[in-house]
């Protein structure tokens, strides 16, 4: 185990000439403030580390910065705001750690930012319909927080955004219509608490390759036009209330290879169409499906 206690003239040696192997070095003690003098920083990774404390604000100094990595450490108190000041921030991700507080508002107003990794720490508040600002961004995650609140409305405008999980947070209240705007390929809402029926506009969201709505309280039928997604590979639903029976569109979805519609409310048969979904690996239904022969699927399981 390394200790970060150097002294101030040994810093920005240590972090200039070091930063590429810093990372998962066991390094324990505070991030020093005198990282801040390390001007002519462009990379900052300390990832997998045993760094505790603040994320001092000095870092907001390094002007060159354009990746802050400091995933898997144990820092903790709040996101300073002040990080929007670093002009060229291209990927920041804080993920793996005790931070608590809200998102700043400021971070988002950013068009440079391409990555924002915040999950598995423990921020409270909203989504700020200002995350929409970030029209660089295409990953987008934080999940496995506290946040609370509705999905903005404003989200039709992150057209940027490739992947978006705020899954296993505190989120209440329908999935807004404009979702449907989003050219995203991961869209993961699950572990919330959805209401409302899922909206037929993600039908039309032709990118998903993983659609995940599992873990809320969403009620209704599943739209028949989900079928319509001919690129998802996978899709979960389980846990939730939704009611009727499994759409026979569902066998048009021919890269589907995983689907999960356990704990919900459905009843009927397994449409005979799923039988045509060639690259099914993994079918979970609830029990109150009537089960019927000759599916290809490799596990079929009754919940
Ligand atoms: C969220 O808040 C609850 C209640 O305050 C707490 O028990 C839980 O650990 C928190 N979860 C996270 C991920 O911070
Ligand atoms: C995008 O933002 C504008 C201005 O804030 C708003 O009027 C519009 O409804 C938004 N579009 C979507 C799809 O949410
Ligand atoms: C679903 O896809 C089919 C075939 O691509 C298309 O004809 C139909 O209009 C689509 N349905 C909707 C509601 O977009
Ligand atoms: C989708 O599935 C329905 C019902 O199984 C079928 O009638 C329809 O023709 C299919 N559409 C396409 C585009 O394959």
């Known amino acids: 185990m390394i200790s970060l206690s150097l002294s101030a003239l040994m810093i920005c040696f240590f972090f200039l000439c070091l930063c590429r192997d810093l990372k998962g070095n066991r390094l324990t003690g505070q991030i020093p403030d005198e990282i801040g003098d390390c001007v002519s920083l462009k990379y900052l990774d300390l990832s997998f580390n045993l760094l505790y404390g603040d994320i001092p604000f000095s870092i907001s100094k390094l002007k060159q910065l354009e990746d802050l990595i400091l995933k898997n450490n144990q820092l903790t108190g709040p996101i300073p705001s002040t990080l929007s ?24 107003w950013n068009e440079v930012l391409q990555y924002l990794g915040l999950r598995g720490n423990s921020l409270t508040g909203t989504l700020s319909p200002d995350m929409c600002q970030l029209t660089g961004l295409w990953y987008f995650d934080v999940r496995g927080n506290n946040l609370t609140g509705t999905i903005p409305q404003s989200i039709g405008n992150c057209t940027s955004f490739e992947i978006l999980d705020i899954s296993y947070n505190k989120i209440s209240g329908e999935i807004p219509y404009n979702i449907g705007f989003l050219q995203v390929a991961t869209l993961s809402l699950q572990g919330n ?31 028949p036009i989900l079928g319509n997604l001919s690129y998802t590979g996978k899709l979960y639903l389980h846990g939730n209330k939704l009611t009727g029976e499994v759409p026979p569109e569902l066998g048009n979805m021919t890269k589907l290879s995983y689907l999960q519609l356990n704990d919900n409310e459905l009843v009927g048969t397994i449409p005979a169409e799923l039988g045509k979904l060639e690259e099914l690996f ?9 089960r019927v022969l000759f599916l290809q699927t490799s596990v079929l399981a009754l919940h």
Not at 284 to 290: A, G, N, Q, V
């Open 85 to 108: 000041q670093i002009p060229n921030l291209k990927i920041l991700d804080l993920a793996q750690n005790q931070l608590t507080g809200d998102i700043p508002r400021l971070i988002y």
């Open 282 to 290: 993994e079918l979970i239904l609830p029990t109150t499906i009537l």
């Open 193 to 223: 608490r959805l209401t409302g029926k899922i909206p037929e506009v993600i039908g039309l969201m032709q990118a998903l390759a993983v659609l995940d709505l599992s873990e809320n309280e969403l009620v209704g039928a599943i739209p």
